[in-house]
């Protein structure tokens, strides 16, 4: 298998007044195509920073970050933005759908980045709510959904433009057992049917099961670094 | 769906709130318009260079001897003169039945009118062959529903009519005059000077001004300053000038309305620009994390700078819209209401002000909450730190 991602000796640190934190020392890690990885960690152990320069949405202070073998980290804002819509599917923990949105409106957001004809864009937008299992839902807005509907919507929001990468944060943690397990399997299936690579942050054990790996994250380290590099 | 769906869309998200700004937007464009379409039939009165205007120097109320008129008439350049005086007349009641009669000497009046007063031959001659005949400006004879041939009581305000012991004479419409678009006698009802002269109570042998061509416009200066030299260190003392300048200080009496419209139309948008720009940066704070939902998707922060500031041109815009139309309403109850006075229509200059004012209030209610749009960063919108 080829690397994805692939992040050598990145560092990053945050100033809070005049205290400077250092969040990642030096770290690295690869992931292949195709994989489905699970981070844990405790709380401030960096996971979200982690999603956030794997997904071009912060930047790395030192350190190289390469996504399918060219370095993203010295993008600047504009190609980093278009990098971000043609490459990188995000799926939050509050789902963060637009309320005023229909689920098929809020699916086809990501399209209006691209050239696609209208027709086109609701055949792939219809494709992408079948394959969570909402086309009954198209035209329903978030808040006559459940919570798990709405993720679901999110998570066809975050394929229908056919990203390579998937980054979930936490997209059970606002869900109950049961539609938490559906979740996690629509994620399975996008990434064992659609060869989608998933990288998902997660407090919960239950959830990280899903994953064909696990990395732990510690005060800015895998815990067991071999692992990850 | 595109970025204009979605800005209509995101205007849309609190519809009392947007309500309520397109109201108080059109409320302040109707105010505009209404006063620019005013302004510009008041100013837009078709003027002859030659034309001038002898009055009381005191003002226009103040009226002067008949001779006066004589002796105006027959000074050196001076082509034709005719006189006029303000009957304060109204058809049944106030405010409604208001119409600006003008009792005249017909002959010389048609001389000096000439290019407004195109009537059929037998209008006119019926109008200068009756005494009692009156012409009435042909859109005031349409919201009356007068007839030519018709007796029509007319009540004066000012005057009582020695004949009846009241105010009121019975005229015979002779004709209606065609008012086309800056025409002088918009709105005018003309009767006879003579048969008023002879049945008013009081105010005999006086005139209200005196309306003059001169041979030339060369000579405007030279005779104007001749007729006020001729009556300086008299009772009555005049002041002449060419029409354009009389309209523009009959104006100015009725109210400087270039400052009414400046203060008026400024302070509501000033106040509309504050209402509307703080909502707009406040709706954008709510959607503080949507901006930031819609950044990582892909949205560039100029996509995001543009769509907001869509959103508030096309508030301002549709707000804009509304009170213009609002403006046509108004002005249409007003020309049924109203008797007299130039008829008001929605003026073009008051749509192109109202565009460019909509223009300049959608980009300056619209830049802050842009740019604070634009500047966001996606991991502070969505709190992922």
Known sequence: MTDLIRLTDVEKNYTRGKEKISIFDKLTMRIEQGDFVAIMGPSGSGKTTLLNLLGGTDKADKGAIEFDGKRIDNLNEGQLTAWRAANVGFIFQFYNLMPILTAAQNVELPLLLTKLAPKKRRENVATALKIVGLEDRAKHRPREMSGGQQQRVAIARAIVSDPKLLLCDEPTGDLDRTTADEILGTLQVLNRDLGKTIIMVTHDAQAAKFAKRTLHLDKGRFEQAELAA | ?385
């Not at chain 2, 009581?153 to 678009?181: C, R, Y």
């Not at chain 2, 005196?210 to 030299?229: G, H, K, M, W, Y």
């Not at chain 2, 892909?298 to 700078?305: D, I, M, N, P, T």
Request: proline share 5%.
């Open chain 2, 1 to 385: 769906m595109n970025d204009r769906a979605l800005m209509w869309k995101n205007l849309w998200r609190k519809p009392v709130r947007t309500i309520l700004l397109v109201v108080s937007i059109t409320i302040a464009f109707a105010i505009l318009c209404v006063m620019l379409s005013f302004n510009d039939a008041i100013s837009n009165v078709r003027t002859l260079p030659t034309r001038m205007i002898t009055l009381s120097k005191i003002n226009f109320t103040e009226p002067l001897p008949m001779a006066h008129y004589d002796r105006i008439a027959r000074m050196e350049g001076v082509a034709v003169a005719t006189h006029m005086n303000w009957f304060g007349g109204y058809f049944q009641e106030m405010p409604r039945g208001f119409l600006p009669v003008f009792a005249v000497d017909p002959e010389t009046y048609f001389q000096v009118y000439a290019e407004d007063l195109q009537i059929p031959a037998e209008q006119r001659d019926a109008f200068f062959n009756d005494p009692t005949a009156m012409l009435v400006a042909a859109p005031v004879a349409e919201k009356f529903g007068w007839r030519v041939g018709q007796r029509i009581p007319i009540k004066s305000n000012i005057f009582t009519n020695s004949t009846s012991g009241d105010s009121t004479w019975e005229f015979m419409l002779a004709g209606t005059i065609p008012t086309p678009q800056g025409s002088s006698q918009t709105g005018s009802v003309l009767i006879h000077y003579d048969y008023f002269n002879e049945t008013r109570t009081f105010g005999r042998d006086r005139i209200g001004w005196v309306p003059f061509l001169t041979t030339s416009a060369e000579l405007n200066d030279r005779v104007s300053n001749a007729i006020d030299q001729r009556f300086a260190n008299s009772a009555d003392e005049t002041s002449t000038n060419d029409e354009a300048t009389f309209n523009k200080s009959f104006t100015a009496q009725l109210g400087n309305i270039a400052l009414v419209i400046t203060l008026v139309v400024g302070s509501a948008f000033i106040a509309i620009l504050l209402i509307v720009g703080t909502t707009m940066a406040l709706a954008v704070r709510e959607r503080t994390k949507e901006v930031g939902v819609m950044k990582t998707l892909g949205f560039s922060s100029g996509r995001v700078l543009r769509m907001v500031l869509g959103e508030s041109m096309l508030l301002a815009f549709l707000g804009a819209g509304f009170g213009a139309l609002l403006a046509l309403g108004l002005l249409a109850m007003a020309a049924g209401a109203g008797g007299g006075g130039p008829p008001v229509s929605l003026a073009p200059s008051a749509l192109l002000w109202s565009a460019l004012i909509a223009l300049g209030l959608g980009l300056l209610t619209g830049l802050a909450p842009a740019l604070q749009a634009y500047r966001m960063r996606i991991i502070d919108a969505l709190g992922r730190r």
